[in-house]
């Protein structure tokens, strides 16, 4: 139990004698604070015994003493302490009628008594407490460990059952009922499935209260998974509130359930190992290959347009984000590629769905975190994310570089995402790093490399010519070895293609940087 004025009261080396306030005693004290402010109201988070001598205080006045008081009693302060001998002799009138008119249990404090004695004793009290129930808890953490390897599941329910004086179940990831302890609590459990269903449905953890005053009693919902998806979910109901040693069996039996109930970790290595033999041969332009691997865990994901994510960060951040991709793709079904290389991660998923978007929400949050007055700059593992154009199979190793260089941007800029498409919409000006400039140039110029590549024309190496002699025609066409009215054909089908005048000194701009960026490669 934690410290009461009851028993500070009690306490023999104090000698605290009550002046108002006697039926009140029984409250606990959550700390003992020293304040001469005429009103320390704005330093109280309540449950405070307040210690003063009236130093600053008309303490002979009865409207300021009720005013006082009043306002102690409205910031939950729960006891006064008056250093009698100090600034008075003994405790003005005035304050003791303040005290029993609003209730406020009144102590006085002898002169022999510093009210450093009195803050020790509520601190020794609070920390016996926290003792207390610190031993509990391991306690009941050795028994519900016990019981689960004994007696499996049913035995740790019944442990813990035992140990918050109520009830609890386990479901499954459908919802249904598994196990419950005590076995009339069964029906109690299958009325909340509909509270489970909505526990799962957030990412994992997640946890709910529901009851209340008007319900038979208090119950708490936890999911159990380690955020891949909520696999089960533990319900306890008890009649009121978890004390600090209820609170640690609670804690020990998630452990526990999740340890029984979730994939083992050998397991979840192996898939991992697989994604990542699955990422090598689609970079590696083995497709077919590929989709023979991943079958039925990726293969659906190989079929359909998909996006490339490449992330740099620091464990914790790529472990926020690996959790928020996984679940948001479990939650909607979808199968996702995630293959952690040390400091890096790579993730596959479907163009359009429910991963891609969890990333760039993930993404705004931590951008908006960032941005906030609070923080102060950002680390050297911050996290960067990358994102590629959707792209298939067959273009994954491309895909894989379009993410890269919009990694590369997006730490160049401050950014924690960006999208490869992003990069060839702007303009290259403010693009100063190597590869934001060959992700501007893939963007520019695909579209002139597509025409080429179907064997009629050669308009990139036309444009080059072109701009290298400022324009001029005949110059440029005797560099390629045509005719000038050739030269002029081809300059207007690279505008046809492009959408862009040549006469723009903007456009030519670009297009030569983008010219000499792909010819650097």
């Not at 708490?220 to 696999?231: A, K, Q």
Request: hydrophobic share 45%; net charge negative; charged share 25%.
């Amino acid at each position: 139990m934690p410290p009461t004025l009851a028993s500070l009261v009690h306490h023999s080396a104090l000698k605290l004698t009550v002046r108002a306030g006697e039926d009140r005693l029984d409250v606990p004290v959550r700390w003992a604070h020293v304040s001469e402010l005429a009103d320390p109201v704005p330093y109280m988070e309540g449950g405070e015994l307040l210690l003063i001598t009236a130093l600053k205080l008309d303490a002979d006045d009865p409207q300021a003493m009720r005013r006082y008081v009043k306002r102690l009693v409205g910031a939950g302060v729960v006891g006064l302490g008056f250093a009698v001998g100090v600034n008075y002799e003994e405790i003005p009138k005035a304050l003791v009628d303040a005290a029993e008119q609003e209730d406020l249990p009144l102590l006085e404090v002898p002169r022999r008594t510093p009210f450093l004695a009195i803050s020790k004793a509520v601190s020794a009290a609070i920390a016996a407490d926290q003792y207390r129930a610190v031993t509990a808890g391991f306690a009941a953490q050795r028994e519900l460990t016990r019981q689960a390897l004994n007696a499996g599941p049913e035995g740790l329910l019944a442990a813990l059952a035992a140990q918050v004086n109520g009830w609890a179940a386990l479901y499954d990831a459908s919802g249904a009922v598994v196990a419950t302890a005590p076995e009339w609590a069964g029906r109690r459990a299958a009325r909340l499935t509909a509270e489970v269903e909505r526990l799962r449905e957030r990412p994992a953890p997640a946890s709910s209260v529901v009851g209340g005053p008007d319900n038979e009693d208090r119950v708490e919902l936890h999911s159990l998974g380690t955020g891949r998806r909520s696999r089960a979910a533990l319900a306890v109901g008890t009649a009121a509130a978890l004390g600090t040693a209820e609170r640690y069996a609670v804690h020990s039996a998630i452990a526990l359930l999740t340890l029984t109930t979730e994939r083992s970790r050998s397991l979840h290595a192996a898939e991992q190992r697989v994604g990542a033999a699955v990422l090598r041969m689609l970079l590696a332009g083995q497709p077919d290959h590929a989709r023979g691997v991943a079958g039925d865990l990726y293969g659906g994901l190989l079929d359909a347009p998909f996006r490339m994510i490449v992330a740099d960060a620091g464990a914790e951040l790529l472990a926020g984000l690996t959790e928020a991709v996984e679940s948001a793709a479990a939650r909607a079904g979808e199968a996702v590629l995630v293959v952690p290389e040390g400091e890096r991660l790579v993730v596959l998923a479907a163009d359009g769905g429910a991963a891609v978007g969890a990333c760039a929400d993930h993404a705004a949050a931590r951008e908006a975190a960032r941005a906030a007055p609070e923080k102060d700059g950002t680390g050297e593992d911050d996290l960067v994310v990358g994102m590629s154009a959707p792209s298939g199979p067959i273009g994954a190793a491309a895909a894989y570089k379009q993410a890269e260089q919009a990694l590369s941007v997006a730490r160049r800029r401050g950014r924690v995402l960006v999208e490869h498409e992003q990069l060839a919409a702007g303009s290259v000006l403010p693009l100063l790093a190597d590869d934001a400039v060959k992700a501007f140039a893939d963007g520019l110029l695909r579209a002139l490399y597509e025409h080429d590549a179907t064997g009629r024309g050669d308009l990139v190496a036309s444009l080059r010519a072109w701009l290298s002699r400022h324009g001029q025609w005949d110059a440029a066409a005797a560099d390629l070895g045509v005719h000038r009215h050739t030269l002029r054909y081809r300059m207007r089908r690279v505008e046809e293609i492009l959408g862009r005048s040549l006469d723009d000194p903007d456009a030519r701009m670009e297009l030569w940087l983008a010219l000499k960026a792909t010819s650097a490669d």
